[in-house]
T-cell receptor, first 117, second 111 residues
């Protein structure tokens, strides 16, 4: 049973370019979460998606960032016109169907380390 | 403002010693998570604590939860070098997966 898959693992972009990060959840998981981790910091929630729906995007910057989780294919986190401050590790997590009124335990992917030159 | 505070943030300990990491949080949450992260790696789930008084143990690690005090502890018994990593606690105040993480406790176990 493959875990959460993310690609690419490392991504280098120049300022002003676009970055696309992909996440395939664990088999049977219908909930996807994106987090950002700055060096020496904890993870910060960005967005929570189910298939074809954005459930909570309260942690997403208002501009340049978008996320989707289409009916078919991986979830995509897209960053337009990247700036140096976007350099971070971006982790995707997935969880199975909700239990006890809320999502279950989250399982994290290996992360994408974005470097903006 | 939602806060999750861990202490200490850095911990250097000798093999064979015991120590406790503390996690305080500022809002109600019906569950608390502990994760481990090795340098440059992803997060590995250690414990999910679901109720007041919950205690879980795995090997040399034991986690507990006091929801009234909004406090969780991660106790390390007879530390070994392999436990060197950063440990994060996280809460889920809205019970929908929007996890709020602490800053992490970087543990270094020396021979």
């Amino acid at each position: 049973n493959a875990g959460v898959m993310q690609n690419p693992r490392h991504l280098v972009r120049r300022r002003g370019q676009e970055a696309r990060l992909r996440c395939s959840p664990m088999k049977g998981h219908s909930h996807v979460y994106w987090y950002r981790q700055l060096p020496e910091e904890g993870l910060k929630f960005m967005v929570y998606l189910q298939k074809e729906n954005i459930i909570d995007e309260s942690g997403m910057p208002k501009e340049r960032f978008s996320a989707e989780f289409p009916k078919e294919g991986p979830s995509i986190l897209r960053i337009q016109q990247v700036v140096r401050g976007d350099s971070a590790a971006y982790f995707c997590a997935s969880s199975p169907l909700p239990y006890a009124g809320g999502p279950g335990e989250q399982f994290f992917g290996p992360g994408t380390r974005l470097t903006v030159l | 403002e939602l806060k999750v505070e861990q202490n200490p943030l850095f911990l250097s300990m000798q093999e064979g010693k015991n120590y406790t990491i503390y996690c305080n949080y500022s809002t109600t949450s019906d569950r608390l998570y502990w994760y481990r992260q090795d340098p440059g790696k992803s997060l590995e789930s250690l414990f999910v604590l679901l109720s007041n008084g919950a205690v879980k143990q795995e090997g040399r690690l034991m986690a507990s939860l006091d929801t009234k005090a909004r406090l969780s502890t991660l106790h390390i018994t007879a530390a070994v070098h392999d436990l060197s990593a950063t440990y994060f606690c996280a809460v889920d105040p809205r019970s929908q997966g929007n996890l709020i993480f602490g800053k992490g406790t970087k543990l270094s176990v020396k021979p």
